[in-house]
Protein backbone atom coordinates (compact mmCIF):
# COMPACT_ATOMS: atom_id res chain seq x y z
CA UNK A 1 0.00 0.00 0.00
CA UNK A 2 3.21 2.40 0.58
CA UNK A 3 4.09 4.50 -2.34
CA UNK A 4 7.44 3.63 -2.14
CA UNK A 5 10.08 4.17 -5.24
CA UNK A 6 12.63 1.60 -5.57
CA UNK A 7 16.08 3.46 -4.36
CA UNK A 8 14.08 6.41 -2.73
CA UNK A 9 15.24 7.90 0.29
CA UNK A 10 12.54 9.09 3.00
CA UNK A 11 11.55 11.99 5.27
CA UNK A 12 8.99 11.37 7.82
CA UNK A 13 6.37 14.23 9.57
CA UNK A 14 4.55 12.92 12.28
CA UNK A 15 0.83 14.36 13.02
CA UNK A 16 -0.31 13.75 16.44
CA UNK A 17 -4.27 13.60 16.86
CA UNK A 18 -4.88 11.62 19.75
CA UNK A 19 -1.91 9.86 22.68
CA UNK A 20 -2.07 6.81 20.09
CA UNK A 21 -2.50 7.95 16.79
CA UNK A 22 -0.27 9.34 14.46
CA UNK A 23 0.02 11.03 11.10
CA UNK A 24 2.85 10.22 9.42
CA UNK A 25 3.94 12.34 6.10
CA UNK A 26 6.86 10.37 3.94
CA UNK A 27 8.17 12.80 1.18
CA UNK A 28 10.54 10.69 -1.35
CA UNK A 29 13.45 12.30 -2.90
CA UNK A 30 13.96 11.88 -6.60
CA UNK A 31 11.52 11.60 -9.75
CA UNK A 32 8.63 10.30 -6.99
CA UNK A 33 6.77 12.09 -3.93
CA UNK A 34 4.39 10.37 -1.64
CA UNK A 35 2.74 11.51 1.64
CA UNK A 36 1.60 8.26 3.49
CA UNK A 37 -1.14 8.38 6.59
CA UNK A 38 -0.84 6.03 9.52
CA UNK A 39 -1.53 5.12 13.05
CA UNK A 40 2.27 4.33 14.12
CA UNK A 41 1.20 2.83 17.58
CA UNK A 42 -1.01 0.69 15.95
CA UNK A 43 1.30 0.26 12.73
CA UNK A 44 -1.78 0.80 10.80
CA UNK A 45 -1.61 2.66 7.07
CA UNK A 46 -4.81 4.68 6.50
CA UNK A 47 -3.93 6.33 3.27
CA UNK A 48 -1.39 7.05 0.53
CA UNK A 49 -1.41 10.20 -1.05
CA UNK A 50 0.88 10.69 -4.29
CA UNK A 51 3.02 13.98 -4.48
CA UNK A 52 4.06 16.83 -2.25
CA UNK A 53 2.61 19.64 -3.22
CA UNK A 54 0.10 22.16 -1.27
CA UNK A 55 -2.41 21.41 -3.48
CA UNK A 56 -2.16 17.55 -3.96
CA UNK A 57 -1.83 16.83 -0.11
CA UNK A 58 -4.46 19.30 1.34
CA UNK A 59 -6.82 18.60 -1.31
CA UNK A 60 -6.94 15.61 0.02
CA UNK A 61 -6.38 16.30 3.67
CA UNK A 62 -9.37 18.35 3.96
CA UNK A 63 -11.97 15.24 3.05
CA UNK A 64 -10.44 13.71 6.18
CA UNK A 65 -12.93 14.48 9.34
CA UNK A 66 -11.97 14.70 12.56
CA UNK A 67 -9.28 17.59 11.62
CA UNK A 68 -10.12 19.68 14.19
CA UNK A 69 -9.01 16.85 16.58
CA UNK A 70 -5.33 17.07 15.72
CA UNK A 71 -3.04 18.61 18.42
CA UNK A 72 0.49 18.01 17.57
CA UNK A 73 2.20 18.07 14.47
CA UNK A 74 5.82 16.99 14.95
CA UNK A 75 7.44 17.65 11.00
CA UNK A 76 10.63 18.95 9.42
CA UNK A 77 11.33 22.80 9.09
CA UNK A 78 9.92 23.33 5.71
CA UNK A 79 7.75 25.94 4.81
CA UNK A 80 5.66 24.08 2.67
CA UNK A 81 4.36 21.23 5.16
CA UNK A 82 3.75 24.30 7.88
CA UNK A 83 1.16 26.28 5.12
CA UNK A 84 -0.21 22.10 4.41
CA UNK A 85 -0.53 22.29 8.30
CA UNK A 86 -2.10 25.55 9.20
CA UNK A 87 -4.35 24.99 6.12
CA UNK A 88 -5.63 21.36 6.81
CA UNK A 89 -5.09 20.79 10.92
CA UNK A 90 -6.18 24.72 12.12
CA UNK A 91 -5.93 23.69 15.47
CA UNK A 92 -2.80 21.92 16.03
CA UNK A 93 0.77 22.99 17.24
CA UNK A 94 3.71 22.38 15.15
CA UNK A 95 7.10 20.76 16.69
CA UNK A 96 9.68 20.65 14.68
CA UNK A 97 11.28 17.31 15.19
CA UNK A 98 14.56 16.61 16.75
CA UNK A 99 16.83 15.39 14.07
CA UNK A 100 16.09 18.52 11.88
CA UNK A 101 16.48 21.14 14.94
CA UNK A 102 19.97 19.03 15.99
CA UNK A 103 20.84 19.40 12.09
CA UNK A 104 20.31 22.70 11.76
CA UNK A 105 22.17 23.51 15.00
CA UNK A 106 24.67 21.94 13.45
CA UNK A 107 24.87 23.59 10.25
CA UNK A 108 25.01 26.92 12.03
CA UNK A 109 27.68 26.13 14.01
CA UNK A 110 30.25 24.72 10.88
CA UNK A 111 28.93 27.76 9.18
CA UNK A 112 30.44 30.10 12.23
CA UNK A 113 33.63 27.62 12.27
CA UNK A 114 34.29 27.66 8.61
CA UNK A 115 34.04 31.98 8.90
CA UNK A 116 36.73 31.61 12.02
CA UNK A 117 38.94 28.73 10.09
CA UNK A 118 38.51 28.67 6.67
CA UNK A 119 40.98 26.37 5.47
CA UNK A 120 41.27 23.96 8.25
CA UNK A 121 37.65 23.47 8.88
CA UNK A 122 36.54 23.60 5.25
CA UNK A 123 39.15 21.50 3.52
CA UNK A 124 40.01 19.03 6.48
CA UNK A 125 37.52 15.91 6.50
CA UNK A 126 38.96 14.84 9.53
CA UNK A 127 38.67 18.06 11.52
CA UNK A 128 35.19 18.99 10.19
CA UNK A 129 33.89 15.56 11.07
CA UNK A 130 35.13 15.89 14.72
CA UNK A 131 33.38 19.10 15.38
CA UNK A 132 30.19 17.72 13.67
CA UNK A 133 29.78 14.65 15.51
CA UNK A 134 28.58 14.77 19.28
CA UNK A 135 31.53 14.02 21.45
CA UNK A 136 29.95 10.69 23.27
CA UNK A 137 29.95 9.46 19.37
CA UNK A 138 33.08 10.16 18.25
CA UNK A 139 34.41 6.37 16.94
CA UNK A 140 37.77 4.78 15.95
CA UNK A 141 38.40 4.96 12.31
CA UNK A 142 40.74 2.20 10.40
CA UNK A 143 43.93 4.59 11.36
CA UNK A 144 43.39 6.20 14.68
CA UNK A 145 41.64 5.27 17.70
CA UNK A 146 38.76 7.01 19.31
CA UNK A 147 41.18 8.56 22.17
CA UNK A 148 43.66 9.74 18.92
CA UNK A 149 41.00 11.65 17.43
CA UNK A 150 39.52 13.43 20.81
CA UNK A 151 43.22 14.00 21.14
CA UNK A 152 43.09 15.67 18.23
CA UNK A 153 40.09 17.30 18.85
CA UNK A 154 41.19 18.69 21.79
CA UNK A 155 45.00 20.42 20.55
CA UNK A 156 42.09 21.85 17.75
CA UNK A 157 39.71 23.39 20.12
CA UNK A 158 43.23 25.15 22.37
CA UNK A 159 44.34 27.06 19.47
CA UNK A 160 41.18 28.02 18.21
CA UNK A 161 38.95 29.48 21.17
CA UNK A 162 36.47 30.70 19.81
CA UNK A 163 35.43 27.70 17.91
CA UNK A 164 35.72 25.81 21.17
CA UNK A 165 33.58 28.33 23.03
CA UNK A 166 31.14 27.48 20.26
CA UNK A 167 31.34 23.45 20.46
CA UNK A 168 30.95 23.56 24.05
CA UNK A 169 27.95 25.48 23.00
CA UNK A 170 26.88 22.68 20.50
CA UNK A 171 27.66 20.17 22.73
CA UNK A 172 25.16 21.43 25.87
CA UNK A 173 22.58 22.24 23.38
CA UNK A 174 22.71 18.93 21.69
CA UNK A 175 23.00 16.77 24.78
CA UNK A 176 19.90 18.62 25.76
CA UNK A 177 17.80 17.83 22.37
CA UNK A 178 18.87 14.79 22.34
CA UNK A 179 17.08 13.93 25.52
CA UNK A 180 14.15 11.05 25.71
CA UNK A 181 11.64 9.38 27.36
CA UNK A 182 11.27 12.63 30.15
CA UNK A 183 8.40 12.81 32.48
CA UNK A 184 6.36 15.89 32.97
CA UNK A 185 8.65 17.93 35.97
CA UNK A 186 12.08 16.73 33.50
CA UNK A 187 10.33 18.27 30.65
CA UNK A 188 9.51 21.40 32.61
CA UNK A 189 13.15 21.37 33.26
CA UNK A 190 14.07 20.64 30.30
CA UNK A 191 11.99 23.77 28.93
CA UNK A 192 13.73 26.20 31.68
CA UNK A 193 17.38 25.32 30.30
CA UNK A 194 16.32 25.35 26.72
CA UNK A 195 15.21 29.10 27.26
CA UNK A 196 18.24 29.73 29.08
CA UNK A 197 20.35 28.74 25.90
CA UNK A 198 18.32 30.43 23.77
CA UNK A 199 18.95 33.88 25.70
CA UNK A 200 22.65 32.68 25.15
CA UNK A 201 22.12 32.44 21.62
CA UNK A 202 20.45 35.67 21.20
CA UNK A 203 22.23 38.17 23.47
CA UNK A 204 25.91 36.73 23.87
CA UNK A 205 28.87 36.04 21.53
CA UNK A 206 32.13 35.03 21.38
CA UNK A 207 33.46 37.43 19.28
CA UNK A 208 35.96 38.61 22.63
CA UNK A 209 37.89 34.72 22.21
CA UNK A 210 38.18 35.58 18.57
Known amino acids: MQFTPQGARTM ?10 RIQHTIHKGYKFATTICDLS ?3 VYDVIEGKRIDQV ?16 CMDLSSTYRSIVRKCFPK ?3 VADRFHVIRLVITHFMTFCKQVQPDEVKWQRDTTNLLRTHRKNIKKTNLKSRAQRLKELDKFLENNLAIREAYLFKERLCELLNRKR ?7 KNIRELK ?8 ESVKECM
Open 12 to 21: RILLKAKPNE
Open 42 to 44: HNR
Open 58 to 73: SSKLLKYKGRDKVKVV
Open 92 to 94: AKI
Open 182 to 188: QNFSESI
Open 196 to 203: KLMHIMKY
